[in-house]
Protein backbone atom coordinates (compact mmCIF):
# COMPACT_ATOMS: atom_id res chain seq x y z
CA UNK A 1 0.00 0.00 0.00
CA UNK A 2 1.40 3.69 -1.02
CA UNK A 3 2.28 6.02 2.15
CA UNK A 4 -0.15 8.47 1.44
CA UNK A 5 -3.32 6.15 0.52
CA UNK A 6 -1.85 4.79 4.88
CA UNK A 7 -2.14 8.85 5.22
CA UNK A 8 -5.63 9.20 4.04
CA UNK A 9 -6.48 6.31 6.38
CA UNK A 10 -5.25 7.89 9.28
CA UNK A 11 -6.89 10.83 8.26
CA UNK A 12 -10.37 9.13 8.36
CA UNK A 13 -10.00 8.20 12.00
CA UNK A 14 -7.87 11.31 13.21
CA UNK A 15 -9.93 13.72 15.12
CA UNK A 16 -10.43 17.13 12.88
CA UNK A 17 -9.00 19.16 14.77
CA UNK A 18 -5.99 17.50 14.70
CA UNK A 19 -5.55 16.46 11.01
CA UNK A 20 -2.73 18.98 10.04
CA UNK A 21 0.06 16.05 10.04
CA UNK A 22 -2.05 13.75 8.17
CA UNK A 23 -3.53 15.86 5.31
CA UNK A 24 0.66 17.73 4.86
CA UNK A 25 1.39 14.40 4.05
CA UNK A 26 -1.10 14.38 1.51
CA UNK A 27 -0.13 17.59 0.23
CA UNK A 28 3.29 16.52 -0.56
CA UNK A 29 2.50 12.99 -1.78
CA UNK A 30 0.04 15.36 -4.39
CA UNK A 31 3.40 17.43 -5.35
CA UNK A 32 5.12 14.21 -6.15
CA UNK A 33 6.84 13.67 -9.79
CA UNK A 34 4.41 10.40 -9.74
CA UNK A 35 1.33 12.93 -9.63
CA UNK A 36 2.39 14.59 -12.73
CA UNK A 37 -0.52 12.54 -14.49
CA UNK A 38 -2.80 12.47 -11.55
CA UNK A 39 -2.11 9.12 -10.73
CA UNK A 40 -2.15 10.14 -7.30
CA UNK A 41 -5.03 12.18 -7.12
CA UNK A 42 -7.09 9.63 -9.13
CA UNK A 43 -6.37 7.12 -6.88
CA UNK A 44 -6.91 9.47 -3.61
CA UNK A 45 -10.20 10.71 -4.84
CA UNK A 46 -11.10 7.37 -5.57
CA UNK A 47 -10.43 6.26 -2.18
CA UNK A 48 -12.43 9.02 -0.28
CA UNK A 49 -10.69 12.07 0.23
CA UNK A 50 -12.90 14.51 -0.94
CA UNK A 51 -15.63 13.01 1.59
CA UNK A 52 -12.31 14.05 4.41
CA UNK A 53 -12.06 17.67 2.63
CA UNK A 54 -15.83 18.20 2.98
CA UNK A 55 -15.98 17.33 6.63
CA UNK A 56 -12.95 19.10 7.36
CA UNK A 57 -14.22 22.15 6.02
CA UNK A 58 -17.57 22.43 7.48
CA UNK A 59 -15.16 22.36 10.94
CA UNK A 60 -15.93 25.95 11.89
CA UNK A 61 -13.75 26.35 15.09
CA UNK A 62 -11.25 28.72 15.28
CA UNK A 63 -8.67 26.22 16.42
CA UNK A 64 -9.11 24.23 13.32
CA UNK A 65 -5.73 25.03 11.57
CA UNK A 66 -5.44 23.10 8.44
CA UNK A 67 -8.46 24.74 5.88
CA UNK A 68 -4.64 26.21 4.06
CA UNK A 69 -3.74 22.68 3.12
CA UNK A 70 -7.33 21.56 2.33
CA UNK A 71 -7.25 24.23 0.00
CA UNK A 72 -3.58 23.26 -1.08
CA UNK A 73 -4.78 19.70 -1.75
CA UNK A 74 -7.98 20.72 -3.64
CA UNK A 75 -5.57 23.05 -6.07
CA UNK A 76 -3.16 19.85 -6.72
CA UNK A 77 -6.18 17.61 -7.56
CA UNK A 78 -7.98 19.70 -9.69
CA UNK A 79 -4.84 19.62 -12.07
CA UNK A 80 -6.53 17.11 -13.49
CA UNK A 81 -9.43 18.25 -15.29
CA UNK A 82 -11.23 14.40 -15.28
CA UNK A 83 -11.07 15.23 -11.78
CA UNK A 84 -12.67 18.67 -11.27
CA UNK A 85 -16.26 17.50 -11.68
CA UNK A 86 -15.88 15.40 -8.72
CA UNK A 87 -14.69 17.89 -6.40
CA UNK A 88 -17.78 20.49 -8.14
CA UNK A 89 -20.20 17.78 -7.16
CA UNK A 90 -18.74 17.42 -3.72
CA UNK A 91 -20.15 20.40 -2.01
CA UNK A 92 -16.53 21.69 -1.73
CA UNK A 93 -17.28 25.40 -3.33
CA UNK A 94 -19.57 26.38 -1.34
CA UNK A 95 -17.58 25.44 1.75
CA UNK A 96 -14.13 27.53 -0.03
CA UNK A 97 -15.83 30.28 -1.35
CA UNK A 98 -16.14 31.66 2.15
CA UNK A 99 -12.41 31.77 2.74
CA UNK A 100 -11.79 33.86 -0.12
CA UNK A 101 -11.49 37.15 2.07
CA UNK A 102 -10.52 35.33 5.28
CA UNK A 103 -7.76 37.23 7.36
CA UNK A 104 -5.09 34.59 6.78
CA UNK A 105 -3.28 35.58 3.60
CA UNK A 106 -1.93 32.01 3.03
CA UNK A 107 -5.09 30.42 3.24
CA UNK A 108 -6.92 32.69 0.91
CA UNK A 109 -3.95 32.39 -1.14
CA UNK A 110 -4.60 28.48 -1.60
CA UNK A 111 -8.49 29.23 -1.36
CA UNK A 112 -7.88 31.27 -4.47
CA UNK A 113 -5.49 28.75 -6.26
CA UNK A 114 -8.41 25.64 -5.59
CA UNK A 115 -10.91 27.71 -6.85
CA UNK A 116 -9.15 29.22 -9.79
CA UNK A 117 -7.75 25.31 -10.75
CA UNK A 118 -11.75 23.71 -10.52
CA UNK A 119 -13.04 26.23 -12.61
CA UNK A 120 -10.49 25.80 -15.63
CA UNK A 121 -12.80 25.52 -18.35
CA UNK A 122 -15.25 23.96 -16.59
CA UNK A 123 -18.83 26.41 -16.70
CA UNK A 124 -20.71 24.11 -13.35
CA UNK A 125 -17.95 25.19 -11.29
CA UNK A 126 -18.54 29.03 -12.44
CA UNK A 127 -21.65 28.67 -11.95
CA UNK A 128 -21.48 27.49 -8.78
CA UNK A 129 -18.83 29.85 -7.72
CA UNK A 130 -20.64 32.75 -9.13
CA UNK A 131 -23.77 31.57 -7.06
CA UNK A 132 -21.67 31.46 -4.24
CA UNK A 133 -20.94 35.03 -4.27
CA UNK A 134 -17.56 33.51 -5.19
CA UNK A 135 -16.83 36.97 -7.60
CA UNK A 136 -18.29 39.55 -5.32
CA UNK A 137 -16.03 37.74 -2.51
CA UNK A 138 -12.74 37.42 -4.69
CA UNK A 139 -13.14 41.48 -6.01
CA UNK A 140 -13.63 42.42 -2.24
CA UNK A 141 -10.14 40.45 -1.75
CA UNK A 142 -8.32 42.37 -4.61
CA UNK A 143 -9.73 45.24 -2.92
CA UNK A 144 -8.42 45.23 0.22
CA UNK A 145 -5.18 43.85 -0.88
CA UNK A 146 -4.24 46.55 -3.38
CA UNK A 147 -2.58 48.57 -0.54
CA UNK A 148 -1.32 45.74 1.65
CA UNK A 149 2.43 46.23 0.89
CA UNK A 150 3.81 42.91 2.67
CA UNK A 151 5.99 40.71 0.33
CA UNK A 152 3.68 37.60 1.08
CA UNK A 153 0.62 39.14 -0.41
CA UNK A 154 2.41 39.72 -3.99
CA UNK A 155 1.58 35.81 -4.37
CA UNK A 156 -1.94 36.28 -3.33
CA UNK A 157 -2.26 39.10 -5.37
CA UNK A 158 -1.28 37.53 -8.59
CA UNK A 159 -2.93 34.21 -7.57
CA UNK A 160 -6.27 35.85 -7.04
CA UNK A 161 -6.17 37.63 -10.45
CA UNK A 162 -5.47 34.13 -11.98
CA UNK A 163 -8.63 32.82 -10.23
CA UNK A 164 -10.59 35.84 -11.95
CA UNK A 165 -8.54 35.24 -15.36
CA UNK A 166 -10.14 31.44 -15.12
CA UNK A 167 -13.63 32.08 -13.93
CA UNK A 168 -14.06 34.79 -16.99
CA UNK A 169 -12.16 32.37 -20.00
CA UNK A 170 -15.07 31.98 -22.23
CA UNK A 171 -17.77 32.45 -19.76
CA UNK A 172 -20.17 35.82 -20.71
CA UNK A 173 -22.13 35.43 -17.46
CA UNK A 174 -18.83 35.58 -15.05
CA UNK A 175 -17.48 38.05 -17.15
CA UNK A 176 -20.67 40.91 -17.05
CA UNK A 177 -21.00 40.05 -13.53
CA UNK A 178 -17.10 40.94 -13.13
CA UNK A 179 -17.81 43.87 -15.40
CA UNK A 180 -20.66 44.53 -12.79
CA UNK A 181 -18.48 44.78 -10.30
CA UNK A 182 -15.51 47.41 -11.12
CA UNK A 183 -13.06 44.92 -12.74
CA UNK A 184 -11.89 46.75 -15.40
CA UNK A 185 -11.72 49.71 -12.25
CA UNK A 186 -9.63 47.48 -10.43
CA UNK A 187 -7.48 46.30 -13.31
CA UNK A 188 -6.73 49.30 -14.24
CA UNK A 189 -5.63 50.52 -10.56
CA UNK A 190 -3.12 47.51 -10.78
CA UNK A 191 -1.66 48.43 -13.61
CA UNK A 192 -0.85 51.66 -12.57
CA UNK A 193 0.19 50.79 -9.20
CA UNK A 194 2.43 47.42 -10.47
CA UNK A 195 3.55 47.88 -13.76
CA UNK A 196 6.77 46.70 -12.70
CA UNK A 197 5.53 43.34 -12.43
CA UNK A 198 5.54 41.45 -15.03
CA UNK A 199 3.88 38.54 -14.45
CA UNK A 200 0.43 40.16 -12.46
CA UNK A 201 0.52 42.86 -15.19
CA UNK A 202 0.23 39.80 -17.65
CA UNK A 203 -2.59 38.56 -16.22
CA UNK A 204 -4.74 41.30 -15.47
CA UNK A 205 -4.18 42.09 -19.11
CA UNK A 206 -6.16 38.57 -19.91
CA UNK A 207 -8.59 39.48 -17.26
CA UNK A 208 -9.22 42.53 -18.95
CA UNK A 209 -9.25 40.86 -22.76
CA UNK A 210 -12.06 38.62 -21.22
CA UNK A 211 -14.64 41.35 -20.23
CA UNK A 212 -13.54 43.45 -23.13
CA UNK A 213 -15.71 39.95 -25.24
CA UNK A 214 -19.07 41.71 -23.99
CA UNK A 215 -20.21 45.38 -25.00
CA UNK A 216 -20.89 45.93 -21.35
CA UNK A 217 -17.12 45.44 -21.09
CA UNK A 218 -15.94 47.57 -23.81
CA UNK A 219 -18.57 50.13 -22.76
CA UNK A 220 -16.97 50.09 -19.53
CA UNK A 221 -13.90 50.61 -21.00
CA UNK A 222 -14.95 53.81 -22.54
CA UNK A 223 -16.22 55.54 -19.75
CA UNK A 224 -13.02 54.92 -17.21
CA UNK A 225 -10.64 55.42 -20.13
CA UNK A 226 -8.84 52.01 -19.80
CA UNK A 227 -7.02 53.35 -23.00
CA UNK A 228 -5.64 55.75 -21.21
CA UNK A 229 -3.68 53.28 -19.26
CA UNK A 230 -3.36 50.41 -21.45
CA UNK A 231 -1.42 53.07 -23.76
CA UNK A 232 0.96 54.66 -21.35
CA UNK A 233 1.68 50.91 -20.15
CA UNK A 234 2.35 50.18 -23.57
CA UNK A 235 4.96 53.02 -23.97
CA UNK A 236 6.73 52.86 -20.71
CA UNK A 237 6.95 48.91 -20.86
CA UNK A 238 8.75 47.19 -23.45
CA UNK A 239 9.22 43.03 -24.20
CA UNK A 240 7.29 40.51 -26.32
CA UNK A 241 5.45 39.35 -23.74
CA UNK A 242 3.79 42.50 -22.55
CA UNK A 243 3.46 44.25 -26.10
CA UNK A 244 1.60 41.20 -27.61
CA UNK A 245 -0.75 41.18 -24.30
CA UNK A 246 -1.47 44.61 -24.44
CA UNK A 247 -2.03 44.51 -28.37
CA UNK A 248 -4.34 41.59 -27.52
CA UNK A 249 -6.57 43.31 -24.98
CA UNK A 250 -6.70 46.77 -27.28
CA UNK A 251 -7.79 44.59 -30.03
CA UNK A 252 -10.57 43.52 -28.29
CA UNK A 253 -11.52 46.53 -26.85
CA UNK A 254 -11.64 48.22 -30.18
CA UNK A 255 -14.81 46.50 -31.59
CA UNK A 256 -16.21 49.55 -30.05
CA UNK A 257 -16.13 52.75 -32.14
CA UNK A 258 -15.48 54.75 -29.39
CA UNK A 259 -12.77 52.80 -28.41
CA UNK A 260 -11.72 53.53 -31.55
CA UNK A 261 -11.87 57.03 -31.72
CA UNK A 262 -10.17 57.00 -28.13
CA UNK A 263 -6.73 55.22 -29.64
CA UNK A 264 -6.96 57.41 -32.74
CA UNK A 265 -7.10 60.75 -30.21
CA UNK A 266 -4.06 59.11 -28.14
CA UNK A 267 -1.94 58.98 -31.57
CA UNK A 268 -2.12 54.78 -30.74
CA UNK A 269 -1.42 54.72 -34.49
CA UNK A 270 2.12 56.23 -33.77
CA UNK A 271 2.99 53.70 -31.20
CA UNK A 272 2.06 50.80 -33.59
CA UNK A 273 3.99 52.37 -36.11
CA UNK A 274 6.91 51.92 -33.74
CA UNK A 275 6.27 48.70 -32.59
CA UNK A 276 5.92 47.56 -36.55
CA UNK A 277 9.61 49.52 -37.43
CA UNK A 278 10.95 47.91 -34.61
CA UNK A 279 10.43 44.38 -35.42
CA UNK A 280 10.26 44.47 -38.83
CA UNK A 281 13.83 44.20 -39.44
CA UNK A 282 13.66 40.90 -37.64
CA UNK A 283 11.08 38.78 -39.17
CA UNK A 284 12.69 35.55 -38.87
CA UNK A 285 11.87 35.83 -35.36
CA UNK A 286 8.00 34.61 -34.79
CA UNK A 287 7.22 36.67 -31.87
CA UNK A 288 8.85 39.84 -34.51
CA UNK A 289 6.35 38.42 -37.33
CA UNK A 290 3.28 38.14 -34.45
CA UNK A 291 3.81 41.78 -32.96
CA UNK A 292 3.99 43.13 -36.47
CA UNK A 293 0.68 40.91 -37.26
CA UNK A 294 -0.96 42.34 -34.90
CA UNK A 295 0.11 45.63 -34.60
CA UNK A 296 -0.77 45.95 -38.34
CA UNK A 297 -4.22 44.96 -37.67
CA UNK A 298 -4.81 47.28 -35.59
CA UNK A 299 -3.95 49.90 -37.64
CA UNK A 300 -6.38 48.62 -40.20
CA UNK A 301 -8.92 48.28 -37.81
CA UNK A 302 -9.14 51.74 -36.50
CA UNK A 303 -9.28 52.90 -40.16
CA UNK A 304 -12.28 50.62 -40.48
CA UNK A 305 -14.38 54.04 -38.31
CA UNK A 306 -14.87 57.08 -40.13
CA UNK A 307 -13.94 59.72 -37.66
CA UNK A 308 -10.56 57.83 -36.77
CA UNK A 309 -9.20 57.48 -40.34
CA UNK A 310 -10.04 61.57 -40.80
CA UNK A 311 -8.10 61.81 -37.88
CA UNK A 312 -5.20 59.73 -38.86
CA UNK A 313 -5.37 60.97 -42.85
CA UNK A 314 -4.96 65.00 -40.86
CA UNK A 315 -5.53 66.43 -44.27
CA UNK A 316 -3.24 64.54 -46.08
CA UNK A 317 -0.39 65.19 -43.56
CA UNK A 318 -0.95 61.79 -41.30
CA UNK A 319 2.29 59.90 -40.18
CA UNK A 320 0.07 56.56 -41.09
CA UNK A 321 -0.63 57.72 -44.44
CA UNK A 322 3.44 58.51 -45.43
CA UNK A 323 4.32 55.78 -43.59
CA UNK A 324 1.45 53.43 -45.97
CA UNK A 325 3.35 54.35 -48.86
CA UNK A 326 6.89 53.60 -47.95
CA UNK A 327 5.92 50.06 -46.70
CA UNK A 328 4.30 49.34 -50.13
CA UNK A 329 7.48 49.78 -51.44
CA UNK A 330 9.39 47.54 -48.64
CA UNK A 331 10.25 43.93 -48.99
CA UNK A 332 8.59 42.75 -46.34
CA UNK A 333 5.54 41.27 -47.72
CA UNK A 334 3.40 42.34 -44.21
CA UNK A 335 4.53 45.78 -44.74
CA UNK A 336 3.01 45.82 -48.33
CA UNK A 337 -0.18 44.44 -47.53
CA UNK A 338 -0.61 47.17 -44.33
CA UNK A 339 0.19 49.84 -47.18
CA UNK A 340 -2.07 48.58 -49.83
CA UNK A 341 -5.05 47.98 -47.01
CA UNK A 342 -4.47 51.35 -45.24
CA UNK A 343 -4.46 53.12 -48.59
CA UNK A 344 -7.89 51.54 -49.20
CA UNK A 345 -9.41 52.37 -45.93
CA UNK A 346 -8.44 56.12 -46.85
CA UNK A 347 -9.78 55.86 -50.14
CA UNK A 348 -13.26 55.01 -48.65
CA UNK A 349 -13.85 58.85 -48.77
CA UNK A 350 -14.37 60.85 -52.22
CA UNK A 351 -12.37 63.97 -51.15
CA UNK A 352 -9.22 61.89 -49.76
CA UNK A 353 -9.35 59.79 -53.79
CA UNK A 354 -8.80 62.59 -54.98
CA UNK A 355 -5.80 63.88 -52.69
CA UNK A 356 -4.14 60.43 -52.91
CA UNK A 357 -4.47 60.37 -56.64
CA UNK A 358 -3.75 64.06 -57.40
CA UNK A 359 -0.89 65.05 -54.78
CA UNK A 360 0.32 61.55 -54.37
CA UNK A 361 -0.14 59.87 -57.46
CA UNK A 362 -0.76 56.82 -55.13
CA UNK A 363 -2.04 55.13 -58.33
CA UNK A 364 1.55 54.29 -59.39
CA UNK A 365 2.99 53.19 -55.95
CA UNK A 366 -0.11 50.94 -55.88
CA UNK A 367 0.52 49.07 -59.59
CA UNK A 368 4.01 48.99 -58.89
CA UNK A 369 3.29 46.61 -56.58
CA UNK A 370 1.62 44.31 -59.12
CA UNK A 371 4.62 44.52 -61.30
CA UNK A 372 5.45 40.90 -62.20
CA UNK A 373 5.52 38.94 -65.19
CA UNK A 374 2.24 37.35 -65.70
CA UNK A 375 3.49 34.84 -68.12
CA UNK A 376 5.87 33.54 -65.63
CA UNK A 377 5.00 29.88 -65.39
CA UNK A 378 1.57 30.59 -66.85
CA UNK A 379 0.16 32.38 -63.62
CA UNK A 380 -0.29 35.49 -62.48
CA UNK A 381 0.20 35.02 -59.17
CA UNK A 382 3.75 33.96 -59.15
CA UNK A 383 5.65 36.69 -57.32
CA UNK A 384 2.75 38.54 -54.98
CA UNK A 385 0.76 36.77 -52.23
CA UNK A 386 -2.99 36.11 -52.57
CA UNK A 387 -3.31 38.14 -49.51
CA UNK A 388 -1.32 41.50 -51.05
CA UNK A 389 -3.22 40.83 -54.29
CA UNK A 390 -6.90 40.92 -52.61
CA UNK A 391 -5.17 44.20 -50.86
CA UNK A 392 -4.07 46.19 -53.90
CA UNK A 393 -7.02 45.01 -55.70
CA UNK A 394 -9.56 46.78 -52.72
CA UNK A 395 -7.67 50.11 -52.74
CA UNK A 396 -7.37 50.19 -56.54
CA UNK A 397 -11.55 49.32 -55.99
CA UNK A 398 -12.16 51.94 -53.59
CA UNK A 399 -10.21 55.00 -55.46
CA UNK A 400 -12.11 53.85 -58.59
CA UNK A 401 -15.67 54.69 -56.92
CA UNK A 402 -15.24 58.47 -57.70
CA UNK A 403 -16.35 59.70 -61.23
CA UNK A 404 -13.55 62.07 -61.04
CA UNK A 405 -10.73 59.29 -60.24
CA UNK A 406 -11.92 57.07 -63.07
CA UNK A 407 -10.51 58.99 -66.22
CA UNK A 408 -7.04 59.22 -64.66
CA UNK A 409 -6.85 55.44 -63.17
CA UNK A 410 -7.71 54.46 -67.37
CA UNK A 411 -5.08 56.92 -68.32
CA UNK A 412 -2.83 55.14 -65.84
CA UNK A 413 -3.16 51.52 -67.86
CA UNK A 414 -4.80 50.07 -65.21
CA UNK A 415 -7.18 47.28 -67.07
CA UNK A 416 -3.98 46.08 -68.48
CA UNK A 417 -1.91 45.79 -65.74
CA UNK A 418 -4.98 44.00 -63.68
CA UNK A 419 -6.43 41.90 -66.73
CA UNK A 420 -3.97 39.32 -66.00
CA UNK A 421 -4.87 38.92 -62.60
CA UNK A 422 -8.50 37.46 -64.07
CA UNK A 423 -7.27 33.94 -64.12
CA UNK A 424 -6.76 34.17 -60.55
CA UNK A 425 -8.23 30.44 -58.92
CA UNK A 426 -8.22 32.52 -55.18
CA UNK A 427 -12.22 33.63 -54.66
CA UNK A 428 -10.85 37.10 -52.41
CA UNK A 429 -8.75 38.24 -55.44
CA UNK A 430 -11.60 37.59 -57.96
CA UNK A 431 -14.43 39.15 -55.68
CA UNK A 432 -12.13 42.19 -55.27
CA UNK A 433 -10.80 42.14 -58.77
CA UNK A 434 -14.51 41.66 -60.40
CA UNK A 435 -15.49 44.63 -58.11
CA UNK A 436 -12.52 47.23 -59.74
CA UNK A 437 -13.83 46.18 -63.00
CA UNK A 438 -16.85 46.62 -62.65
CA UNK A 439 -16.06 50.87 -61.23
CA UNK A 440 -13.77 50.76 -64.03
CA UNK A 441 -16.60 50.52 -66.38
CA UNK A 442 -19.35 52.79 -64.67
CA UNK A 443 -19.95 55.85 -67.36
CA UNK A 444 -16.61 54.93 -69.04
CA UNK A 445 -18.30 53.84 -72.27
CA UNK A 446 -14.49 52.77 -74.02
CA UNK A 447 -13.34 51.16 -71.15
CA UNK A 448 -16.81 49.07 -71.49
CA UNK A 449 -16.10 48.14 -74.74
CA UNK A 450 -12.53 47.45 -73.77
CA UNK A 451 -13.81 44.80 -71.57
CA UNK A 452 -17.05 43.64 -73.17
CA UNK A 453 -15.83 43.20 -76.70
CA UNK A 454 -12.55 40.86 -75.64
CA UNK A 455 -13.83 37.11 -75.92
CA UNK A 456 -11.24 35.62 -73.77
CA UNK A 457 -12.13 38.73 -71.01
CA UNK A 458 -16.39 37.69 -71.16
CA UNK A 459 -15.55 33.93 -71.36
CA UNK A 460 -13.81 34.19 -67.86
CA UNK A 461 -16.60 36.65 -65.97
CA UNK A 462 -18.67 34.17 -67.20
CA UNK A 463 -16.77 31.16 -65.42
CA UNK A 464 -16.98 33.17 -62.40
CA UNK A 465 -20.71 33.85 -62.62
CA UNK A 466 -21.28 30.09 -61.63
CA UNK A 467 -18.93 30.26 -58.74
CA UNK A 468 -21.86 29.05 -56.60
CA UNK A 469 -19.70 28.08 -53.64
CA UNK A 470 -18.48 31.92 -53.36
CA UNK A 471 -21.63 34.12 -53.62
CA UNK A 472 -19.76 37.13 -53.79
CA UNK A 473 -17.69 36.70 -56.44
CA UNK A 474 -20.88 35.08 -58.32
CA UNK A 475 -23.05 38.28 -57.77
CA UNK A 476 -19.88 40.69 -58.72
CA UNK A 477 -19.04 38.81 -61.95
CA UNK A 478 -22.82 38.51 -62.77
CA UNK A 479 -23.48 42.52 -62.32
CA UNK A 480 -20.29 43.01 -64.42
CA UNK A 481 -21.57 41.48 -67.06
CA UNK A 482 -24.81 43.70 -66.53
CA UNK A 483 -22.34 46.80 -65.94
CA UNK A 484 -20.40 46.02 -69.68
CA UNK A 485 -24.12 46.15 -71.33
CA UNK A 486 -25.37 49.44 -69.89
CA UNK A 487 -22.25 51.51 -70.11
CA UNK A 488 -20.93 50.40 -73.65
CA UNK A 489 -24.81 50.28 -75.35
CA UNK A 490 -22.43 48.59 -78.13
CA UNK A 491 -23.72 45.82 -80.20
CA UNK A 492 -20.09 44.09 -80.02
CA UNK A 493 -20.34 43.86 -76.96
CA UNK A 494 -23.09 42.26 -76.65
CA UNK A 495 -22.22 40.00 -79.94
CA UNK A 496 -19.46 38.98 -77.33
CA UNK A 497 -21.77 38.45 -74.69
CA UNK A 498 -23.99 36.42 -76.67
CA UNK A 499 -21.05 34.14 -78.40
CA UNK A 500 -19.42 33.14 -74.77
CA UNK A 501 -23.29 32.45 -73.35
CA UNK A 502 -23.67 35.24 -70.89
CA UNK A 503 -27.11 35.58 -71.85
CA UNK A 504 -28.09 32.60 -69.41
CA UNK A 505 -26.38 34.20 -66.43
CA UNK A 506 -28.22 37.92 -67.10
CA UNK A 507 -31.69 35.90 -67.11
CA UNK A 508 -30.62 33.76 -64.34
CA UNK A 509 -30.31 37.38 -62.55
CA UNK A 510 -33.09 38.34 -62.52
CA UNK A 511 -34.68 36.38 -60.37
CA UNK A 512 -32.00 37.56 -57.46
CA UNK A 513 -32.27 37.68 -54.16
CA UNK A 514 -31.29 41.12 -54.44
CA UNK A 515 -33.57 43.91 -56.00
CA UNK A 516 -30.08 45.80 -57.01
CA UNK A 517 -29.17 42.97 -59.34
CA UNK A 518 -33.16 42.18 -60.50
CA UNK A 519 -33.12 45.69 -62.01
CA UNK A 520 -29.61 45.61 -63.12
CA UNK A 521 -30.03 42.50 -65.49
CA UNK A 522 -33.53 43.42 -66.49
CA UNK A 523 -32.12 46.76 -68.06
CA UNK A 524 -28.96 44.52 -69.80
CA UNK A 525 -31.82 42.43 -71.14
CA UNK A 526 -33.86 44.96 -72.16
CA UNK A 527 -30.90 46.92 -74.26
CA UNK A 528 -29.86 43.34 -75.75
CA UNK A 529 -33.36 42.56 -76.80
CA UNK A 530 -33.80 45.82 -78.73
CA UNK A 531 -30.44 46.01 -80.16
CA UNK A 532 -29.69 42.57 -81.11
CA UNK A 533 -32.17 40.00 -80.38
CA UNK A 534 -32.04 37.73 -83.38
CA UNK A 535 -28.76 36.79 -82.21
CA UNK A 536 -30.05 36.25 -78.36
CA UNK A 537 -32.82 34.79 -79.47
CA UNK A 538 -31.94 31.26 -78.87
CA UNK A 539 -30.10 32.04 -75.80
CA UNK A 540 -33.30 33.70 -74.37
CA UNK A 541 -35.55 31.03 -74.99
CA UNK A 542 -33.65 28.18 -73.95
CA UNK A 543 -32.90 30.18 -70.51
CA UNK A 544 -36.82 29.91 -70.51
CA UNK A 545 -36.83 34.10 -69.95
CA UNK A 546 -40.42 33.92 -70.04
CA UNK A 547 -40.83 32.03 -67.00
CA UNK A 548 -38.90 34.01 -65.04
CA UNK A 549 -40.81 37.25 -66.31
CA UNK A 550 -43.93 35.86 -65.39
CA UNK A 551 -42.74 34.87 -62.09
CA UNK A 552 -41.69 38.18 -61.77
CA UNK A 553 -45.27 39.54 -63.33
CA UNK A 554 -47.15 37.80 -60.37
CA UNK A 555 -45.08 38.45 -57.43
CA UNK A 556 -46.74 40.79 -54.74
CA UNK A 557 -43.77 41.60 -52.75
CA UNK A 558 -41.26 43.35 -55.59
CA UNK A 559 -41.39 47.20 -55.68
CA UNK A 560 -42.48 49.21 -58.83
CA UNK A 561 -39.18 49.82 -59.99
CA UNK A 562 -38.66 46.07 -60.70
CA UNK A 563 -42.41 45.34 -62.30
CA UNK A 564 -41.95 48.42 -64.45
CA UNK A 565 -37.85 46.83 -65.69
CA UNK A 566 -40.20 43.42 -66.11
CA UNK A 567 -42.69 44.99 -68.24
CA UNK A 568 -40.34 46.96 -70.74
CA UNK A 569 -38.21 43.72 -71.18
CA UNK A 570 -41.60 41.88 -72.27
CA UNK A 571 -41.98 44.84 -74.80
CA UNK A 572 -38.59 44.32 -76.09
CA UNK A 573 -39.07 39.96 -76.41
CA UNK A 574 -42.52 40.71 -78.19
CA UNK A 575 -40.97 41.82 -81.73
CA UNK A 576 -39.86 37.71 -81.38
CA UNK A 577 -42.46 35.36 -82.80
CA UNK A 578 -40.87 32.63 -80.74
CA UNK A 579 -40.61 34.20 -77.83
CA UNK A 580 -44.18 35.63 -77.83
CA UNK A 581 -45.25 32.24 -78.01
CA UNK A 582 -43.38 31.48 -74.24
CA UNK A 583 -45.13 34.47 -73.29
CA UNK A 584 -48.63 32.96 -74.39
CA UNK A 585 -47.55 29.58 -72.30
CA UNK A 586 -47.36 31.25 -69.19
CA UNK A 587 -50.21 33.86 -69.34
CA UNK A 588 -47.94 36.88 -69.63
CA UNK A 589 -51.35 38.92 -71.25
CA UNK A 590 -53.04 37.86 -68.83
CA UNK A 591 -50.66 38.81 -65.84
CA UNK A 592 -50.52 42.23 -68.14
CA UNK A 593 -54.17 42.81 -68.12
CA UNK A 594 -54.61 42.22 -64.34
CA UNK A 595 -52.19 45.47 -63.70
CA UNK A 596 -54.54 47.64 -65.24
CA UNK A 597 -55.91 48.11 -62.04
CA UNK A 598 -52.39 48.42 -60.39
CA UNK A 599 -51.98 51.40 -57.28
CA UNK A 600 -48.90 52.71 -59.11
CA UNK A 601 -49.63 54.92 -61.74
CA UNK A 602 -46.32 53.90 -63.85
CA UNK A 603 -47.16 50.68 -63.82
CA UNK A 604 -50.88 51.55 -64.84
CA UNK A 605 -49.23 53.19 -67.83
CA UNK A 606 -46.89 51.02 -68.89
CA UNK A 607 -48.87 47.71 -68.85
CA UNK A 608 -51.42 50.07 -70.69
CA UNK A 609 -48.81 50.52 -73.47
CA UNK A 610 -47.72 47.21 -73.28
CA UNK A 611 -50.81 45.25 -73.74
CA UNK A 612 -51.76 46.05 -77.21
CA UNK A 613 -48.13 44.96 -77.97
CA UNK A 614 -49.23 41.20 -76.63
CA UNK A 615 -52.80 41.21 -78.26
CA UNK A 616 -51.13 41.83 -81.95
CA UNK A 617 -48.33 39.26 -81.59
CA UNK A 618 -50.91 36.96 -80.48
CA UNK A 619 -53.34 37.88 -82.98
Known sequence: MDDYVIHLEVLKTTDVSKSKESLTKLSEALKRPNNKEGEVSKELVEKGILVEFVNLLAFTSPTCPCIDIVAECIADICKSSDLRPLVTSADIIQS??????????????????????????????????????????????????????????????????????????????????????????????????????????????????????????????????????????????????????????????????????????????????????????NMIEQSCRDLVKMASDLLILLLSEDKCTELLFAEGQGVLLKEAIIWLHSSNETLKITGAMAIGNFARNDSHCMFLIRELNIIDDLLSVLDVDPQRNGNAETDTSFTLQHAVFGALRNLAIPSETKAVLLHSGILDKVLPYLSSEMSPVQFKLLGLLRMMVDKQEGAAVFLGARREVVCRIVTLCA??????????????????????????VMDTLIQEDAIPCLV???????????????????????????????????????????????????????????????????????????????????????????????????????????QDNSA
Not at 113 to 125: S, T
Not at 512 to 536: F, G, P, R
Request: proline residues 1%.
Open 467 to 492: MDEHAGVKGEANRLLAWLVKHSRSKE
Open 96 to 281: LTKYITCDDVNTSTQVCRALGNVCIDYDEARRQISQESGIENLLSLLETQFTTIQDVCNRLRTVAWGFLLNLTTDNEECQKIAVGLEAIEKAQSYIDAFGSDESICTIILSVIANLAETEEGRQKGVHCNIIGTLLNYLDTTTGYDIEDKVLEVITCLAENDEIKAQLAAANFGDSCIRIIEVNAS
Open 508 to 614: SMVTSDYALMQNEALLALTLISYKVLDKAEDSLKSSLIADKLANLLTSDSLPPEIICNSLALVAALSKSGDICLQLKSVRTEEHVKNMLNNQNEKIRQQAEKLLPLL
